[in-house]
């Protein structure tokens, strides 16, 4: 049985109170259909269940064999912030007819000004696509990029040797959409085996996808 939305603040806040009411209510939000497996290129659908000694509630994929938790994939990954917070946070800003400032969210929430402010760019900027994890759609451009130091200032061993790939650095693949929002990935080469799979996972079909001439993007 899925959860339901609460009515009023009041509600709100005394729900959101409960941490495993606030992972399952998150879980039924993002799978409604049953856990999906959200790391890139993966969505296995099949996993096990972990509860881990903090307490904490994860999952594992039995496809890329990864851990991940609710937060994995969303607005909420990387913070330390805990869901009690976010929810209510998110419900506040939706009910709003005339927004929040930092200052205001922090002091509903009890957080510093500055955890409001980082709290209310994540939320503005899942409200500017409709959801934590829409895809990419429209024009969308992609490439691949080496991130690493300059090559004469390496070891002869661990510069770009050409034809061999990349030596000594790390590859990044990148998706602009030109509406303004970017998505990236660390690959571990470019062929189109790595690329394609994040390509169907990040950008909407019937999108305009621009790349150049690299063979992985036949």
Not at 48 to 54: A, G, L
Not at 147 to 173: D, P, Q, S
Request: hydrophobic content about 40%.
């Amino acid at each position: 049985m899925k959860t339901k939305v609460p009515a009023d603040l009041l509600e709100a806040v005394r729900y959101f109170a409960d941490p495993v009411a606030c992972r399952q209510f998150l879980a039924d939000a993002r799978w409604p259909n049953g856990v999906i497996c959200p790391r890139q290129g993966c969505g296995g659908k099949e996993h096990w269940e972990i509860t881990t000694k903090d307490h904490r509630h994860l999952w594992r994929c039995k496809t890329c064999r990864k851990q991940f938790s609710v937060k994995v994939g969303s607005i909420f990954e990387d913070s330390p912030i805990g869901l009690d917070k976010w929810l209510p946070a998110v419900w506040l800003l939706t009910a709003a007819t005339k927004g929040y400032s930092s200052h205001r969210l922090a002091a509903a929430l009890g957080v510093t000004q500055k955890t409001g402010w980082f709290m209310l760019h994540r939320i503005r900027a899942a409200l500017m696509t409709g959801s934590c994890e829409a895809p990419l759609s429209g024009e969308v451009e992609a490439d691949t990029t080496a991130i690493g130091g300059k090559e004469k200032n390496k070891h002869a061993v661990m510069r770009l040797r050409r034809g061999t790939g990349y030596v000594g650095k790390a590859i990044v693949f990148g998706l602009l959409s030109r509406h303004g929002e970017v998505r990236a990935n660390a690959v571990s080469d470019e062929s189109g085996e790595m690329l394609h799979p994040l390509n169907r996972a990040n950008v909407a079909r019937g999108s305009d996808l621009f790349t150049d001439a690299a063979g992985a993007f036949r």
